[in-house]
């Protein structure tokens, strides 16, 4: 049987809004999401701006972003006595959807139900995870990233070269994707499958030129301990092209802020779908509808899809949908908490159905309510919506609902309904998808009137280490230009003392000092759950000085840190390369 999910649009006549499917409710308004899809959550409240009615939750239409646009109401209705049929257009139907299905798939449906498990089944029952990927998880920083993660009970998965390597220090037990950021075509898409989010410890690699210990014990000190030298991959393959290489590889499965477009045109994106009528002619029934593209029918003149038709109840039909093909792969919204539609309401009830499967027959579950549904009918061992296999897209006007109930909007006749996007979308707040290990004195090399002397040796060097600083900044870039939702942290001198020293966060590529890699990891994990934290870039180092060591008493150890405390003091926008103006030389 194929999966099936469905919601209710109560479109009121209004201007182009956004209406973004939630899985806590049914019909119209700011977002609908599918973060109470599970039926564990059926009973979860709704947020102020919902609105009760009839003991079902609604959602309020947001009417904001556009000037009024008037819609006409059609009433005139279509007499109800014997039509005939349309035999000619039932068949055309069928095979714009891939033909009837076969007498194999209908053997293998027989089969599957003889054995009383499906593909579905097995889905649910493994259940999905969100990993958080660690990169460079057997250095300094990330390996101490991975043991906090696994403390705290979330899956994860590290991204590593050295497999054997990685075993000996994380466990045989830890979930590895061996691969190099500073060669493509080892970062497969398909191994990030199910990582929701990254923390990004890779780095170049910097050692003394004498010559380390097995365990880096010289670098372990710091770079003021010894003569360093770049080891190993250049700057610019690591911070630069390694990290052009990871965002490509993690983007599709992390999510984008401002979501992911799947149908219309919204700025310099297009997204084409090929949709078809899918009308009550399957049934014997007579309403016909159709989508078309109208170039400057939208917004400001813009294209807009419109999906218009007649709808009648004739011959005991009464609905008329589009739907699109099956998709050629299916699309993966995993990242995301919702559909969000852009259209112009009439007044009238729609419902949107997202179908995760490409078998045959249907299961429903409606957003409305979230009950899953066959035929219109309740099913209550139905499994949940996989956002991970999205395959098709239907949007239909019809006189039933749900369990006998009828649509109370519906009228026969003419309707047009203009639908100018459909998106997936990241619900608020948002919180960030990318992590990244920086450094702090990125900006200060090219900074007009800065006295080196006074500057750390990463910073005095930048040239003879090849411009790393210069390249993680480029690296900083790319992850500011991706449209991931993200945290840069960019640590002073890093050390192997203990966590728990007082901190000082600050922005702009000021401060020098030291901070220990445990505390590092621990602000990045915590990073990952701050809202506040979202599309920052800051510093931080400890209180202690260099010259003072800092350890901990395991008998009396130091509270737990909020670190949502310093990510308030945050501002947007701000990199340190504000002081640069022009100047920067290129590389």
């Not at 979308?425 to 200060?444: E, L, M, N, Q, W």
């Not at 006295?451 to 040796?457: A, E, N, R």
């Not at 008998?555 to 926008?573: S, V, W």
Request: contains cysteine; positive net charge; glycine residues 8%.
């Amino acid at each position: 049987m194929e999966s099936c999910f469905s919601t209710t649009i109560s479109s009121s006549s209004s201007p182009f809004s956004i209406f973004s499917i939630q899985g806590s409710s049914s019909n119209v308004g700011r977002k609908f999401s599918k973060s109470c899809m599970h039926p564990q959550l059926l009973s979860c409240q709704l947020p102020k701006p919902f609105l009760q009615l009839n003991g079902r939750p609604k959602y309020r239409l947001n009417q904001r972003r556009s000037a009024y646009l008037s819609s006409a109401t059609y009433k005139d209705p279509i007499s109800a006595e014997k039509q005939g049929w349309d035999l000619g257009r039932f068949f055309k139907t069928l095979y714009f959807f891939n033909g009837p299905p076969s007498p194999a798939k209908i053997v293998e449906f027989i089969i599957e139900k003889l054995s009383g498990s499906s593909p579905e089944e097995s889905e649910k029952k493994m259940g999905t995870s969100d990993y958080v990927l660690v990169v460079g998880a057997t250095g300094g920083v990330g390996r101490r990233v991975v043991n906090n993660l696994r403390k705290k009970g979330l899956p994860v998965k590290a991204l590593v070269r050295n497999e054997e390597k990685a075993r000996k220090m994380l466990g045989p037990d830890i979930e590895l994707i061996v691969g190099d950021i500073t060669k493509e075509s080892t970062l497969v898409a398909q191994y990030f499958k199910g990582v929701k989010k990254v923390i990004n410890a890779a780095s170049v690699i910097i050692g003394p030129k004498e010559g380390d210990t097995p365990d880096r014990a010289k670098y372990s000190q710091g770079v003021k301990f010894f003569e360093p030298e770049i080891k190993g991959d250049s700057p610019e393959m690591v911070e630069y092209i390694g990290m052009k290489n990871l965002i490509n590889a993690v983007r599709e499965s992390v999510g984008l802020r401002t979501g992911k477009l799947l149908f219309g045109i919204e700025d310099q994106l297009s997204k084409e779908l090929d949709w078809g009528a899918l009308d009550d002619v399957v049934m014997g029934g007579v309403s016909e509808s159709t989508f078309q593209i109208d170039r400057t029918g939208g917004e400001g003149g813009k294209p807009t899809g419109l999906f218009k038709g007649i709808v009648s109840t004739a011959n005991n039909g009464g609905f008329t949908s589009i739907r699109t093909k099956n998709f050629s792969s299916p699309v993966d919204l995993k990242a995301y908490d919702g559909f969000e539609l852009r259209l112009k309401g009439d007044g009238r009830r729609y419902k949107l159905i997202v179908r995760t499967s490409t078998d045959w027959d249907t299961i429903r579950l409606p957003f409305s309510s979230l009950r899953p549904v066959f035929r219109a009918r309740t099913v209550s061992d139905a499994p949940p919506f996989n956002p991970s296999n999205v395959v098709s897209f239907q949007l239909m006007f019809s006189k039933f609902e749900y369990d006998g109930k009828l649509n109370p909007t519906f009228v026969e006749g003419p309707f047009e309904l203009p639908l100018s996007t459909i998106k997936a979308y990241i619900k608020d707040p948002i919180t960030p998808r990318f992590v990244h290990v920086s450094s702090a004195g990125v900006t200060r090399p090219d900074r007009p009137g800065i006295d080196l002397s006074k500057q750390p040796p990463a910073v005095r060097l930048n040239k003879e280490l090849d411009f790393v600083l210069t390249f993680k900044l480029k690296g900083e870039d790319l992850i500011r230009e991706s449209g991931i939702p993200y945290t840069i942290v960019r640590p002073c001198a890093l050390t192997e003392e203990p966590a728990g020293a007082d901190l000082v966060f600050d922005q702009g590529d000021n401060i020098t000092g030291k901070i220990s890699r445990e505390e590092i990891a621990l602000i990045c994990i915590a990073a990952l759950e701050s809202p506040y934290a979202c599309d920052k870039t800051f510093e931080v180092k400890s209180v202690v000085p260099f010259s003072e060591p800092f350890t901990v008493d395991p008998e009396n150890p130091p509270p737990e840190k909020d670190y949502n405390i310093y990510f308030q003091t945050l501002k947007d926008g701000i990199t340190g390369k504000e002081s640069l103006g022009q100047s920067a030389i290129a590389v």
